[in-house]
């Protein structure tokens, strides 16, 4: 039986998809919002670090399955890997209702006005595709306010001295520093920075009728077992569905955007739980399967109008592939300075956000998660044997009492860091999958040894007996965070979406989540999703009338 | 984890295939594991104690059950690293008869890690490894250690939750809440 004909096709569950169904939902459209996953379930997987969504050499607790969807990792040299999720190089961040937000470490940053206008700011850099947002920062922030007051945020931005204005305070007060922060911010404030607690989607208090946060020890990279943790699948998404206009249809891969010959989008093509092909229609569909997705989608949405794919005429689909370098660096301590009250990062620096010679942005700056025991494993001094009694030693000794100092590097975008289709490498049914190449600018990798030197200099004034420097910045880009894809612009030659994440030229195509950001902030960017969300959705429901645009 | 990256890679696409066509391709004799035979499990639970020796801290590898971890997962998840672990443990086991006349396993602990080290630096002889990188081998061990050493109990090691306790990391993770789940 054929798929009742609905208002608004919404693909992907994650950040931005879950809050495009919800807005469009309550504003009375009839939304079917497309997951790959199914619904997360902390039972499942409970703290195992093997599945968990930083490590998974065993396999995503939160998707996507490594049997059914390979990618391409297109190397430097121009040869060509297969890669999955626990193969490494994989570069995705989860597929599941919710998608990264139900793992996620949950920082709740809003970017700085200055992220938005880089290229004004900073003038042109060589070799790359810097340009500033379409949006500013008074534009997005009503729509931070909204994400931070219904999925719901715990900060206190006055204590942030570079934080950018708000007209509302953020809902819940701010967690306290774990041992690790309050020691490393006394650090920073003895050399004149100005650290502060991070802004957190993690409930410090009873929130929207859940509970507070429990300090798990094991929180980053998994579900939280008392869902103390806001995400889309725990709030919105729900919500959403409360209105009796959102059905979410949980594994279902979709595998096409179709259009008619008026050049409009007519619905979808996916495959459904039981790997059987299913057409959907809609007035209206919003893609929001994270950058590399989306864009795979696009690309792969191809017919006799749009023979390179959907929004792709000018060759802009994949491109500017971004992500964070992190980088900082490593200290240990001869006490325990690791408490392991979760999640672990609980505070943060922005002093070296912009406005420092010769850097082009620059990056927060916040003390790291809770180390994991395999993945801790890893982590010893240059040099250092991987293996054997010594090993085994530095790991029963230090793993609370070391401390790493990092932050998200804002990264320069490029035209050649890029998502294309591979057409040869087919996921389980049979859809070409993504395909990565490229790398970051030069420049990334200049500006991660000038944040490290800074972040060692704390750990150092903290009585570090021993530090080092972890320098990110080289290779491609991506992953976690991963942005820029089917970036807005004013320009269609030189963009993909308009300011509202309207593809340009398509009137009934939109793209809502990660992909729109010209550049990625020197910030975690999961806030500015769901910002742009609510950007997108209001522009789409100040414009609609039951099946059309208002003309 | 780059040593899972970079091993993968070199496995790559071949690797890719044999997750999709061919499970457990490998016909083996009776054992009483599910990959390896009786004489390989004994070299691997030997070198394993290398990578994650006992010490004053606590069991090493063979007491936290690293091996079962391993042979659980080559028929699963790792079945692309079949034939890297039966080339290269009988590459080892070739090169300890050479040197020293006996096989790895009974060879006692300073030789055992002298022999690893070399292997470490590719300098075991390199006639019994053919095109095998005996490094790559040795690094594909190790990190399948470390998975079953820190790793959670409910993938075969790390038994009763031995190396969490010696980090002092056991139960609960937050006071009241979690517990250790039972395994039958
Ligand atoms: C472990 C971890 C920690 C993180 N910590 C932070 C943090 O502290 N702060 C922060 O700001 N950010 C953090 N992030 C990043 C954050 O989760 C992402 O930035 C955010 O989820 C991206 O939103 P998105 O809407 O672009 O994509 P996603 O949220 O990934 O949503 C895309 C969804 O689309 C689905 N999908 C894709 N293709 C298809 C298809 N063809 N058919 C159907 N469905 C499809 C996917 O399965 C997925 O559910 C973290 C991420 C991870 C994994």
Request: proline residues 6%; aromatic residues 10%; negative net charge.
């Amino acid at each position: 039986m054929a798929n009742t004909h609905v208002n608004a096709i919404v693909v992907g569950a994650g950040a931005g998809g879950g809050v495009v169904a919800k807005e469009l939902a309550v504003h009375g459209l009839s939304v079917v919002l497309f997951e790959r996953g199914g619904w997360p379930d902390y039972d499942a997987h409970i703290n195992d670090e093997l599945i968990s969504q930083r490590t998974q050499v065993l396999g995503s607790a939160f998707g996507p399955d490594h049997r059914k969807h390979p990618r391409v990792s297109i190397q430097q040299d121009g040869s060509k890997q297969v890669v999955t999720p626990i193969s490494g190089d994989y570069g995705h961040i989860a597929a599941c209702v919710g998608s990264g937000t139900v793992s996620y470490g949950a920082m709740a940053w809003r970017f700085m006005p200055e992220d938005f206008k880089l290229k004004s700011t900073y003038g042109k850099v060589e070799g790359s595709t810097l340009d500033d947002w379409p949006v500013s920062y008074e534009d997005l922030e009503p729509f931070y306010e909204k994400a931070e007051w219904e999925i719901g945020v715990s900060g206190d931005d006055s204590q942030n001295p570079f934080a950018p204005p708000r007209k509302k305070p953020q809902p819940m007060p701010p967690f306290e520093y774990n041992r690790a922060g309050r020691i490393l911010a006394e650090a920073g404030s003895r050399l004149g920075l100005h650290p502060f607690p991070i802004p957190m989607l993690r409930n410090s208090v009873p929130y929207n009728g859940r509970p507070a946060c429990i300090r798990n020890r094991t929180c980053v990279g998994f579900a939280c077992p008392v869902d103390g943790k806001n995400g889309t699948h725990n709030t919105v998404i729900p919500t959403a569905m409360a209105t009796g206009n959102c059905e979410v249809r949980t594994h279902c891969q979709v595998a096409e955007v179709m259009s008619d010959a008026s050049g409009r989008v007519t619905g979808i093509k996916y495959f459904d739980g039981e790997d059987k092909g299913q057409i959907q229609t809609s007035d209206l569909v919003i893609v929001a399967a994270s950058a590399t997705e989306t864009a795979r989608l696009l690309l792969n949405s191809k017919s006799d109008l749009f023979p390179r794919g959907l929004g792709n005429n000018y060759d802009w689909v994949g491109r500017n592939l971004q992500g964070h370098a992190y980088t900082g660096a490593v200290g240990l301590y001869d006490f325990e300075i690791t408490d392991f009250a979760g999640p672990g990062a609980s505070f943060g620096m922005c002093d070296f956000n912009h406005h420092h010679d010769g850097i082009v942005g620059g990056g927060m700056l916040a003390n790291e998660f809770n180390p994991l025991p395999y993945l801790f494993s890893g982590v010893r001094p240059p040099g250092a044997k991987p293996w054997g009694r010594e090993h085994k030693d530095f790991q029963m000794k230090n793993i609370k009492r070391m401390a790493v100092l990092q932050g998200p590097i804002q990264e320069i975008p490029n035209f050649e860091a890029r998502v294309t289709v591979d057409p040869s490498v087919k996921d389980h049914w049979g859809i070409p999958v993504v395909a990565m190449s490229g790398s970051r600018h030069p420049i990334d990798y200049e500006h991660c040894k000038w944040l490290s030197s800074k972040a060692e200099m704390v750990l150092k004034e903290a009585g570090a007996v021993q530090t080092w420097q972890r320098v990110g910045g080289r290779g491609l880009s991506g992953g976690q965070h991963q942005a820029g894809t089917a970036r807005m612009g004013n320009d269609p030659q030189s963009s993909v979406c308009n300011r509202y994440g309207q593809v340009h030229g398509i009137d009934n195509l939109f793209v809502a989540d990660g992909s729109l950001c010209v550049t990625n902030g020197g910030f975690n960017p999961v806030l500015t999703i769901m910002a742009l969300g609510y950007w997108v959705s209001d522009y789409i429901t100040r414009n609609w009338n039951a099946s059309k645009f208002k003309s | 984890m780059s040593i899972d990256r970079r091993t993968f890679l070199l496995t790559g696409v071949a690797g890719f295939g044999s997750i999709m066509l061919m499970p457990s391709c490998v016909t083996r004799t009776t054992s009483s594991w599910q990959f390896f035979t009786d004489e390989e499990a004994a070299c691997v639970i030997a070198l394993c104690e290398q990578i994650v020796p006992a010490d004053e801290h606590g069991g090493g590898a063979t007491k936290a059950g690293v091996i079962h971890y391993i042979d659980r997962q080559l028929v699963a998840v790792f079945d692309y690293d079949q034939v890297i672990y039966q080339q290269g443990i009988s590459a080892l086991q070739n090169s300890c008869l050479d040197l020293h006349g006996k096989r790895f396993e009974t060879l006692d602990f300073d030789t055992q890690y002298t022999l690893c080290t070399a292997m470490e630096e590719g300098k075991l002889p390199g006639e019994h490894w053919g095109e095998l990188d005996q490094g790559r081998f040795f690094r594909l061990v190790i990190s399948h250690s470390m998975q079953g050493f820190y790793g959670p109990p409910r993938h075969g090691g790390n038994k009763d939750y031995m190396s969490y306790k010696m980090m002092d990391l056991d139960f609960p993770l937050v006071v009241g809440r979690n517990h250790y789940e039972h395994l039958s």
